[in-house]
């Protein structure tokens, strides 16, 4: 890919339904992004040299999901420069695991720690617009578009439940 792309990466196939919800909001902003099975602890060697190839052709930011011990998203973070952002994922304790391992990196090495499961997965994906949003102003136009969709929905449904309580 030549044009400007984001790599999503998850520990596994089972993180997927919950991913689902990430491209959504990539495919709603047009960006072009790539996925990824592969994992920090299964397949690290296979996770350092993806993510070395992937910075290379043009990646502009790395989404990376994994739940239970969670260190797909630092070990990325340890890879490159480029913006990574983590999707902790609810396998197990509710998902607190995965948060605490993915958000609680050393200094020096950051990762954009987004919400346990699929809030987090659509943030992510807003992020990484937000990120191709500073370089990019047709993007900063779709966000600018996308917030007042957002605050319109909102008070559409302020306005419903208000006529509800009429009746
Ligand atoms: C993590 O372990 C994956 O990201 C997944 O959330 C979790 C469980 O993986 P599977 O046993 O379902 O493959 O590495």
Redesign the pocket.
Known sequence: MSQPFVSVL??????LPIMEASFEILRKFEIPFEVKVT????TPKATHDFVTDADQRGCVAFIC??????H?AGAVSATTLKPVIGVP?N?SLDGLD?LLSTVQMPGGIPVATVAIGKAGARNAAYLAAQIIGVSDPGMHQKLIKERADNAASIIAKDAALQESLKK
Request: glycine share 16%; charged share 15%; net charge negative.
């Open positions: 998850m520990g596994s196939d089972s993180d994992s920090a602890h299964r999901a994994a739940g239970m011990a969670a797909l994922i396998g995965s």
